[in-house]
């Protein structure tokens, strides 16, 4: 039997941060969260500080595996060598995998795009994501793996959710600008239909691929645009993970392959 584990990458910040803290507080999974810092320590703490669960002491559940930048594929290998050894592929599987890497710089007109913000973002946004799901992949269930979700919160297949946008759609692009940050994440959703058709065949029912878009969130990568969005719509991080670990565990089957947001709903591509 095949016991489940959760990525989240990365988990020092923002969305990932607040996920971790919500999954160690409603799932009784063991979590790999990662930090680009060398020193795992302030992270651990911090991801447990006045943590309250009502399901068990989470500490033992929670791994941080340091030094992990996804725009090093010897990072990512590393992490991927500790995430074997933490949870060996033999009687264990990658259940839920966030992949959250995100940077934005804004262009409102081909003027202002900068080579260098823009292949920064390209290598963050889309080859980080790509090199994750190159060396951790592997670790989802197969058709042949035997899952024991008995006692957890779990949906009963596994999920890859890359961190998409709905700016990333071309079909509901009618604002334009936000050149690099659009196309990548116009990537990401054609990363993940590749993924999923990948997961179709290696993992048959067992496992899918979805990309999210999770609204307007109060982090650091949206503080510029916070005066201008209506206080309705601006969620804050704790509510948007929430919702986050709703949607995609509550996906199913039928969905996969494809970018859902916070309300459940379809994202066109």
């Not at 095949?2 to 941060?17: A, D, M, V």
Request: glycine share 8%.
């Amino acid at each position: 039997m095949s016991r489940p584990w959760i990525l989240i990458c990365p988990s020092s910040r923002g969305i990932g941060f607040h996920l971790t803290r919500h999954l160690l507080r409603t799932t009784r999974t063991p979590i790999l969260a990662t930090t680009r810092s060398p020193d795992p320590s302030p992270l651990h703490t911090s991801l447990l500080s006045d943590l309250i669960t009502p399901l068990d002491d989470p500490s033992g559940r929670l791994s941080v595996v340091p030094s992990v930048d996804v725009t090093s594929e010897p990072a990512l290998i590393s992490a991927s060598q500790r995430a074997a050894s933490l949870f060996p592929p033999d009687h264990h599987h990658l259940h839920l995998s966030f992949c959250l890497p995100g940077i934005l710089h804004v262009e409102k007109s081909t003027s202002q795009i900068n080579y260098n913000d823009a292949l920064e973002t390209l290598k963050v946004n889309v080859l980080g994501p790509m090199m994750l799901m190159k060396h951790f992949v592997g670790y989802m269930p197969k058709k042949s793996t035997d899952m024991d979700l008995e006692g957890t919160e779990l949906p009963k297949h596994a999920v890859w959710t890359n961190m998409g946008a709905r700016v990333g759609s071309i079909g509901d692009n009618k604002l334009g600008g936000w050149y690099s940050y659009r196309s990548s994440k116009a990537a990401v959703h054609s990363l993940t239909r590749s993924l999923d058709r990948e997961l179709s065949t290696r993992g048959g029912e067992k496992c899918m691929a979805v990309s999210y878009h999770p609204g307007t969130v109060k982090t650091e990568l949206s503080r510029e645009f916070w005066g201008s969005v209506r206080n309705d719509v601006l969620m804050e991080p704790e509510v948007a993970v929430e919702e986050m670990a709703r949607v995609v565990m509550g996906i199913g089957l039928e969905r996969r392959g494809r970018c859902w947001d916070y309300k459940g709903e379809e994202v066109p591509p």
